[in-house]
């Protein structure tokens, strides 16, 4: 280059070029990539994630893992397969893509029951929030001699059980001693969706959608953990144990997706000729659109049809998982519709 040099310009030069000497090699190079920085995975311990693969959790973990923490996940099953389908993909897309050298394992716990008993015996305000301090008292004793801390998709103030006062509440409730890591605290709806695009998670996460909600609206904000204590208390303990017991762990790696679908002979993907077709969403909901014939569950006598097989669908298919069944266990051929009101519109397209 010397003979073609017109001097040197240090502020501003033509061409810059980057000389890097390690021991006795040399290497020269115009271009740097930026990677994502982090630590080695293991570096720094060991941590839970409560994983619901839907945008933010992905998220957390993965923020989690680049610094060096070694990643396992807590998914809890509320009545979709499909969700949960979806939340293991994304779990072995982040370990394909960035947990190299780890084989995370993935907890499954059914939490069909427990959200039914929340629903019949929980005040509407508060079950939201008695549902995150389960989730929270379970992850304590899952991750209870094997976890250095647990970490969530939480964001301040993103829904009514991540309001600061509340997320406090149900930490002390739960008697959850570890500490919780919140990576994605500051962040908003948005920026929380270019980090997970930025991971490749986001295509998959936003097909895992909502579970359908135990409570959609007017519900506490800010609850006294004397009432929280109080509303807790009405899950009773044999019922925690129960719910503990269906825990199912998978290797992320080497499981298929065959082994993470529970009870699948429940849910079904077409509406037999001689089936009666039942929407369990509101009465707003199905006045606006459902599947042609289908009844209304508030004018059904269940007893009228016994002897007929019953589909069921909610929203999304988790509410319809969940009674279909309790329906099977008192002698009823029920089935949920996949993917529920979703998925029977897409079936008539």
């Known amino acids: 280059l010397k003979p073609y040099s017109a001097g040197v310009d240090l502020e501003n030069p033509d061409v810059e070029i980057i000389l890097e000497i390690r021991d006795s090699v040399t290497y020269l190079y115009r271009r740097l990539v930026e990677g994502v920085g ?19 959790s992905p998220v957390a973990a993965w923020l989690t893992a680049k610094r060096g923490v070694m990643i396992d996940f807590l998914h809890f099953f509320m009545g979709s397969p499909s969700a949960t389908r979806l939340a293991f993909t994304v779990a072995r897309t982040l370990t394909k893509n960035w947990f190299y050298g780890h084989n995370p394992r993935f907890y499954l716990v059914d939490l069909t029951h427990a959200l039914e008993h ?19 008292y379970l992850a304590s004793k899952i991750a209870a001699g094997s976890y250095d801390a647990v970490v969530t998709g939480e964001s301040i103030g993103q829904t009514s059980s991540q309001t600061l006062v509340n997320l406090s509440a149900a930490q002390i409730v739960s008697g959850l001693q570890l500490p919780i890591l919140r990576p994605l605290v500051g962040f908003d709806k948005e920026e929380i969706a270019n980090i997970a695009r930025k991971v490749g998670t986001y295509e998959i996460s936003s097909m895992v959608g909502e579970p359908c909600s135990i409570a959609p609206s007017r519900v506490r904000t ?72 289908a009844l209304h569950y508030e004018s059904v006598n269940l007893e009228d049809l016994r002897n007929k097989t019953l589909i069921l669908y909610c929203d999304r298919g988790n509410r319809s998982y969940v009674e279909a069944l309790k329906l099977r266990e008192k002698g009823f051929k029920a089935y949920s519709f996949l993917n529920g009101a979703e998925g029977l519109m897409k079936s008539l397209t």
């Not at 982090?38 to 933010?56: C, H, K, N, V």
């Not at 508060?126 to 929270?136: N, W």
């Open 38 to 56: 982090g630590l080695p995975i293991g570096t720094e311990g060991r941590a839970l994630s409560l994983f619901s693969g839907g945008i933010d």
């Open 118 to 136: 929340i629903k019949a015996n929980v005040k509407w305000e508060f079950r939201q929030v008695v549902l995150k301090t389960l989730m929270y």
């Open 222 to 293: 800010k609850v006294t953990v004397e009432e929280l204590r109080d509303e807790f208390a009405k899950l009773p303990e044999d019922l925690i144990t129960k719910t503990l017991s269906t825990l199912k762990i998978l290797e992320v790696r080497t499981s298929s997706l065959e082994d993470v679908i529970p009870d699948k002979s429940v849910v079904i993907d077409y509406i037999p000729e001689d089936a009666v077709v039942v929407d369990l969403r509101d009465l707003d909901s199905y006045l606006e659109w459902h599947y042609p014939g």
